[in-house]
């Protein structure tokens, strides 16, 4: 599960999400950049979006305790985005997965991750 918030500026968002979700898109992102012929610098600016979704899903940056029932609890982890750096990044991440194979997991990773951009 993915959502955002704005930030008060609205100079980017901060992603919001539990330890699974943030995990798959972490290591959709490594994939892509790993198997992808358009990235030729494969570390960077293109991972430093996978590192800082790995600090969130590990607790690093912001952390939102919720309450489900009266009794069941589950947390959210967030990190900061900047509105031009992730739309470059997720524009190079979708252009190099039309050269890449991807399976349907992957494919619903990412329309997540635009629909929660482009909303």
Do not use: A, C
């Given at each position: 599960m993915l959502r955002y918030e704005l930030t008060p500026n609205n100079a980017g968002?901060?992603?919001?999400?539990?330890s699974e979700a943030l995990n798959?898109?972490?290591e959709l992102i490594h994939?892509?950049?790993?198997?992808?012929?358009l990235i030729k610098v494969k570390d960077g600016f293109m991972l430093s979006l996978a590192y800082d979704i790995r600090k969130a899903r590990e607790g690093n940056r912001r952390v939102e305790q919720h309450q489900y029932d009266q009794h069941d609890t589950y947390k959210l982890y967030g990190v900061e985005l900047l509105w031009p750096?992730?739309?470059?990044?997720?524009?190079?991440?979708?252009?190099?997965?039309?050269?890449?194979?991807?399976?349907?997991?992957?494919?619903?990773?990412?329309?997540a991750f635009e629909y929660l951009i482009e909303s």
């Open positions: 968002f901060i992603l919001w999400g539990d798959e898109l972490h994939y892509i950049v790993d198997e992808s012929p750096l992730v739309l470059v990044q997720s524009s190079i991440l979708r252009n190099s997965m039309g050269y890449i194979q991807t399976d349907k997991n992957q494919l619903s990773v990412m329309y």
